[in-house]
């Protein structure tokens, strides 16, 4: 469900898959963790992330990568801010209602 929300932003699309080097052919001389969103879900598929403060990294570490490759004036570092604004404020609203569920489950 919060992977889909970011995932359905606007502009969601440049960060669903891997940076191929055809692309961009230092991207992986530079960004020694490349995260995306394909790979954020297989991790939590594969079970590697395991809970929200996970997903959380993962997430923040695409922005981060794509705000440290490109220059703040670029198109792509200006999504990824935007991008991860409206990100961080899916996840808080999750890691809420998450606490609420775990209290609601302790005796």
């Known amino acids: 469900m919060l992977h889909s929300q ?23 001389e530079i960004i020694k963790r490349p995260m995306d969103l394909k790979t954020i879900k297989g991790r939590v598929k ?4 395991t809970n929200s403060l996970e997903f959380q990294r993962d ?6 990568n794509a705000m440290m ?13 935007e991008m991860m604004l409206e990100s961080e404020a899916h996840i808080n609203t999750f890691r ?7 209290s609601a489950h302790r005796p």
């Open 59 to 64: 997430v923040y570490l695409m922005f981060a």
């Open 6 to 28: 970011i995932s359905q932003h606007r502009n969601g699309n440049i960060f669903h898959n891997p940076i191929k080097s055809s692309e961009a052919p230092d991207y992986h």
């Open 69 to 81: 490759y490109n220059r703040p004036e670029s198109d792509i570092y200006q999504m990824a801010e």
């Open 46 to 49: 594969d079970g590697i992330v």
């Open 96 to 102: 809420q209602t998450e606490g609420f569920v775990r």
